[in-house]
């Protein structure tokens, strides 16, 4: 994000509801890749994208430092200056409307929203009326999201969404203002929170929500509240998309139906003409991913727009291509993204033991390398010695998806 050199970085272009429209013309649910500490880096983001993942979100960056931090700008957001666009959303932690605002205005020219993290449960966060603190301050949230609209449109960024205007697609000055939360144990507090945010029908304050339908006290080991996330997408997925983050660990095995989960071709809105890994349709791509009929009719959640995973994405960037478990096309992927977007190589190798894992899908007992192979792999010390490793053990198995290992 040097200053000299911005103009020779391309701006993004695709506005984000362009992208809920693009798959809500495909009978299909918009894919999310959800902000993750240290993992959704450029690299990453870059190979889920390739896999059918229409938006991704950054990890959280702390605006005030952000705002005052050249270090800070340039290490927590990384942007590619070539190669196709990655819908990018920087998610932004902030408890004042002038810092969320300055820091919108520094990220426009490189992404295509920003986001307001009111769902980060750490006790550090918190501390800080950051993240699921924020969640008992509706009226500051909504002061933050009105000041961010008002200084990207100021700064040009075509953001109105008054009910007699539209958004011009076409000219790729948009920028999105959305929110991410948790709910309260008390629904209606939560329902009071999101009518306050939103705003009313003349003018709108975001352009959609995302729904992490835990509280803050309650682990992820829990199911998502389903009662929840019915109520909040029946309340309020009329008047705004809504994306639900949580237990999405494969298109089979989702908690929840819709229309826009019947059992069809998975599309993208990836239109890179070089992609060698097109999406690939959840019931056809392997003989185990049939999807099961019982688990879809638990919960019928027709005004539900996307889907965000975490966890599950981290070990199987090809989840929302349809696939189960995670080809070896996704660690090679991920290895040439690397190699032009560098990271850490503890932080990357352990993105290779994710991704070679057993993962969350339905077979839990499938992984590309076994335990042992993974421990190995934690050992190596430079990137020559991890490329190498890979190789050979892949070599070994056939070089193909059908190698993986299966324990007893």
């Not at 835990?214 to 019915?230: G, K, Q, Y």
Request: glycine share 6%; hydrophobic share 40%; aromatic share 6%.
């Amino acid at each position: 994000m040097e200053q000299e050199n911005e103009d020779d970085i391309p701006r993004p272009k695709i506005h984000p509801l362009k992208l809920f429209d693009v798959a809500k013309s495909q009978k299909r649910l918009l894919y999310a890749c959800a902000p993750m500490v240290r993992y959704s880096k450029l690299a990453f983001r870059q190979t889920v994208h390739r896999f059918g993942t229409d938006l991704c979100w950054t990890p959280m960056i702390l605006a005030k430092e952000f705002n005052r931090s050249h270090f800070a700008r340039d290490s927590d957001l990384t942007m590619s200056s070539a190669g196709e666009e990655v819908p990018t959303i920087a998610q932004f932690g902030a408890n004042s409307p002038l810092e969320l605002s300055r820091a919108a205005s520094l990220a426009a020219p490189f992404v295509n929203g920003v986001d307001l993290n009111c769902g980060c449960p750490q006790s550090w966060a918190c501390a800080e009326t950051l993240g699921a603190a924020l969640m008992h301050q509706r009226e500051l949230v909504r002061d933050m999201v009105v000041a961010t609209r008002e200084r990207l449109a100021q700064d040009g960024w075509a953001v109105g969404l008054d009910s007699d205007s539209d958004i011009d697609y076409a000219s790729g000055r948009g920028r999105s203002v959305s929110v991410k939360i948790r709910v309260h144990a008390d629904l209606r507090r939560t329902m009071d929170f999101i009518t306050t945010v939103i705003g009313d029908e003349h003018r709108r304050n975001i352009d959609w929500l995302t729904i992490h339908p835990r509280t803050r006290s309650t682990p992820s080991s829990v199911p998502i509240n389903l009662e929840a996330l019915e109520l909040l997408t029946s309340t309020f997925g009329t008047k705004l998309p809504i994306l639900v983050s949580g237990d999405a660990f494969a298109l089979s095995t989702l908690p929840y139906a819709s229309h826009l989960l019947d059992a069809q071709p998975t599309f993208t809105t990836n239109t890179s003409k070089s992609s060698s890994y097109p999406a690939s349709s959840p019931t056809t791509s392997a003989p185990d991913q049939t999807v099961p009929s019982k688990k879809l009719q638990q919960l019928h959640l027709p005004n539900l727009s996307g889907v965000m995973s975490a966890r599950a994405l981290l070990a199987n960037p090809a989840l929302f291509a349809g696939r189960d478990s995670c080809p070896w096309e996704a660690v090679d992927v991920f290895l040439s993204h690397a190699a032009r977007a560098p990271l850490p190589l503890k932080l990357a190798v352990h993105h290779l033991t994710e991704m070679c894992g057993p993962g969350f899908g339905p077979d839990r007992n499938a992984a590309l390398l076994t335990k042992r192979e993974r421990v190995r792999l934690t050992e190596m010390g430079n990137w020559i010695d991890v490329v190498d490793y890979v190789d050979e053990v892949r070599s070994r198995r056939g070089g193909n998806d059908g190698g993986v290992v299966r324990y007893a």
